[in-house]
């Protein structure tokens, strides 16, 4: 008879590795601001009342995660692969910090995959706003004038796995107002949407940690040019137009709105009200904690 954990060498140990700590770990409700540009989107979050021409966003906020609030109960993990904003996102988290709110800028571009691409700025590089910067966009939509950067990129699904899904969440919460803690997206990627979503539901990542997805597929008609769009390595799947990309984006959304299994509200709401940022950061001497 060959003893319990007898593997014929040794035994083997029967105590469970140490658990990783999570980036989500503390956080009572998280944010996913992913194609974050300048975190303008955490702003609304964190102080809404500055920001009155939000006509979906700052009222997405305050339906699913409940107001008042209070910000030090949340946590906004802010992905961005613009080079031209890591001093923005530097700048917005320590003014968070000082204040005792967490804002995480990863500066990096989300894929269906861990590695690099070349991304291209877009016509509006030179302005402080540039939207656009986008890995889809062939140089040549800039009259060959786009010019490119290659940034790392970070697989989404296997990110939300590892560090926000079963995430150790505070027992209590500091705001009077209880709420069950909730996990929010904002998903604007510039195209690459169409690699990232199915990726996000075939891992289970969306459906079984995202209560609410909010974001944008790129495929109305000023989207025209980001065409053709290349799915697999193969090239066996290419978007060829802007109709074949509709078509795919709603037989992905109905997908998950007809799945029982599925937790995941979706609002196709691209909130650009604010390109720029009129107002200055918190400053620790303003009570601002409250949402």
């Known amino acids: 008879v060959t003893p319990s954990g007898y593997d014929g060498n040794s035994y083997a140990s029967s105590v469970a590795p140490p658990r990783r700590p999570k980036l989500g770990d503390g956080c009572y409700h998280v944010f996913l601001d992913v194609g ?16 009155p021409d939000s006509k ?4 997405a906020f305050a339906r699913e995660f409940g107001f008042p609030r209070d910000n030090r109960d949340y946590c906004v993990f802010s992905f961005e692969p613009n080079p031209k904003f890591e ?25 269906s995959e861990d590695g690099n691409l070349t991304f291209y700025h877009s016509a509006f590089e030179k302005e402080e706003w540039e939207t656009g910067f986008s890995a889809v966009t062939p140089k040549t939509l800039y009259g060959g004038n786009g010019t490119s950067r290659t940034v790392d990129i970070v697989r989404l699904a296997t990110w939300i796995t590892d560090e926000i899904q079963d995430r150790i969440i505070p027992t209590k919460t500091h705001s009077d107002v209880f709420s069950e803690p909730t996990v929010i997206m904002k998903l604007d990627i510039e195209g690459l949407e169409f690699k990232v979503f199915p990726d996000l539901v075939t891992t289970g990542a969306l459906c079984n940690n995202i209560h ?8 109305d008609s000023g989207n ?14 290419v978007l060829k137009d802007r109709k074949q990309g509709e078509r795919l984006a709603r037989q992905m959304l109905y997908f998950v709105d007809v799945s029982d299994n599925c937790m995941t509200n979706i609002s196709l709401d691209d909130d650009e009200s604010y ?7 918190p400053k620790p001497n303003e009570t601002a904690v409250p949402g």
């Open 212 to 219: 609410f997805l909010m974001g944008e597929f790129h495929y």
């Open 224 to 237: 025209w040019n980001y065409y053709p769009i290349t799915l697999t390595k193969d090239e066996r799947h």
């Open 87 to 111: 001093k923005r996102h530097s700048e917005l988290a320590e003014a968070y910090r000082a204040v005792g709110w967490r804002y995480v800028p990863i500066i990096a571009g989300a894929g």
């Open 36 to 51: 974050s540009n300048i975190g303008i989107h955490a702003r609304f979050l964190y102080e809404p009342h500055l920001y």
């Open 56 to 59: 979906t966003s700052v009222p």
């Open 275 to 281: 390109l720029t940022d009129p107002h200055d950061y």
